[in-house]
């Protein structure tokens, strides 16, 4: 740790894993309701799990992306932060807003609008939090030494997504207009410049953990940005199909979101090349694990995946099933669940000053983690082929249909008990590493191994 001010990232992190442990309740919620175990439904029914459950996901990533760029900002810039205070002002203001969300979801108070639940009094209070965020990194950034790609890259996905935020405040009548808006929110921030910001994480972690001449990493970057723009913005038209939109969507859409892999594909291949170009080995071995991890397992999730069923011809009959559900547990997990959990893993030693990495308990539960997401993955992606075949294929009613699928959600469980697990290790671990020790310096945990200068 170079600044002390990086510890502000610290509270962020545990606090991305305290909301991270409350969204694997509501998911067990929901994963029980779907086999007939629905003790709970008149004090939280399907749809406010639903909700809480996927709302409560992004905020914890964003806790995630704001503790990392906490972290990585001040030693790009090569200062301390601009206001300390102002982060942790920040950090209380978003978990009470957090709060305030799921207490409004449990009262049905809420906007009804899918992935945008959270009601409209709420949405101005976190644009004034990204603000306070953006204005706080800005700052940093303005005042700072220097100025890096991977800073600014970081920096400008960061700022997207809070622009980005702003087409989802506006509700429109027309059903079909408020759907097009409502995906500039969606889709752009997942499929754009969130990959801009996992970019810039994976880019300094690579520097950090790899040895490599940063210019050869920061080339690489600007290939990916150069991808994600092109495919990711175009991209939006595969959500367009059946919304009542002109027709062109389906050219549009069908063709952008087959390249949009290719964004993925590069962030593979950019990972592991330069994982094995690295002449110089890191002592933290585990965070390496969990950035290429991320690489690979987002090319699968988010790419492949997403390719495989927004295809015009495929997604006529996948549309709005659980083959979704499939594509998007492993892609969030992948491209951006792991990275977070990368920059953990990396930042911990520094922060605490306790070089617990390559231990068994990390292996482990970077292993049973991942095992258990692609197990989930998998049986939602039985069940979602299954529902495709009986209900869109055969036309059987949807109720018979749900009550088919069932047994296929007691696996989706078990996997998730797994994958709940592998979690449960890494919190432990990070318990382990205690609180950020105003001790702690770069030397403690890097020493003889120059490693990223």
């Given amino acids: 740790m170079k600044y002390q001010s990086q510890r502000v990232a610290y509270w962020f992190f545990a606090s991305a894993l305290l909301l991270l442990s409350l969204q694997i309740v509501y998911g067990f919620i929901m994963g029980f309701a779907r086999v007939g175990m629905d003790g709970l439904h008149e004090w939280i029914p399907f749809n406010t799990a639903r909700a809480t459950h996927t709302n409560l996901l992004v905020v914890w990533l964003l806790c995630g992306f704001m503790g990392s760029a906490y972290f ?6 090569d200062r301390e932060l601009w206001s300390v205070k102002l982060a942790y002002a920040q950090l209380i203001s978003l978990l009470v807003v957090g709060v305030i969300a799921i207490i409004c979801y ?28 953006l204005l706080n990194i800005g700052m940093t950034l303005w005042l700072g030494k220097r100025n890096t790609t991977t800073s600014l890259v970081l920096y400008m996905g960061l700022l997207f997504a809070a622009l980005l935020y702003l087409p989802g405040m506006v509700t429109v009548k027309n059903q079909t207009v408020d759907s097009f808006y409502r995906w500039w929110v969606v889709h752009l921030w997942v499929e754009g410049v969130w990959e801009l910001i996992m970019g810039g994480i994976l880019c300094y972690l690579l520097i950090k953990l790899t040895g490599v001449d940063r210019e050869v990493v920061e080339k690489w970057l600007y290939i990916i940005v150069g991808l994600t723009f092109l495919s990711g913005i175009l991209g939006t038209g595969h959500h367009y199909y059946y919304i009542g939109a002109p027709r062109y969507w ?27 170009k690295g002449g110089r080995k890191h002592p933290n071995r585990i965070a390496l694990t969990w950035s290429l991890g991320c690489a690979v397992m987002s090319f699968v999730g988010a790419g492949f995946l997403g390719m495989a069923h927004t295809l015009p011809q495929i997604n006529m009959y996948t549309h709005g099933t659980l083959v979704t559900a499939m ?62 075949a009986l209900e869109r ?13 069932e047994m ?22 990070f318990i382990r590493h205690g609180l950020p020790s105003a001790e702690a310096r770069a030397e403690d945990f890097e020493g003889a191994v120059a490693v990223g200068k």
């Fill in 72 to 77: 990585i900002i001040p030693e790009e810039a």
């Fill in 106 to 133: 449990h009262l049905n108070i809420w906007e009804g609008r899918k992935f945008l639940e959270i009601p409209r009094p709420l949405d101005y209070l976190v644009v004034v939090n990204v603000l306070a965020f």
């Fill in 250 to 276: 389906l050219i549009v859409g069908g063709v952008f979101s087959a390249l949009e892999p290719l964004a993925f594909l590069g962030m593979a291949i950019y990972a592991l090349a330069m994982a094995k």
């Fill in 327 to 388: 594509h998007g547990h492993l892609a969030f997990w992948g491209a951006y669940a792991m990275i977070v959990l990368a920059m953990m893993a990396y930042a911990l030693p520094l922060l605490t000053g306790r070089k617990l990495w390559d231990t068994g308990v990390a292996s482990f539960a970077f292993w049973t983690s991942n095992i258990g997401m692609v197990g989930m993955t998998g049986a939602l992606a039985v069940a979602g082929v299954t529902q495709v």
């Fill in 393 to 405: 294929r055969l036309g059987l009613d949807f109720l018979i249909v749900q009550k088919e699928i």
């Fill in 408 to 429: 296929h959600f007691v696996g989706m469980l078990l996997a998730a008990a797994l994958f709940t697990v592998g979690i449960g290790a890494f919190i432990w671990l």
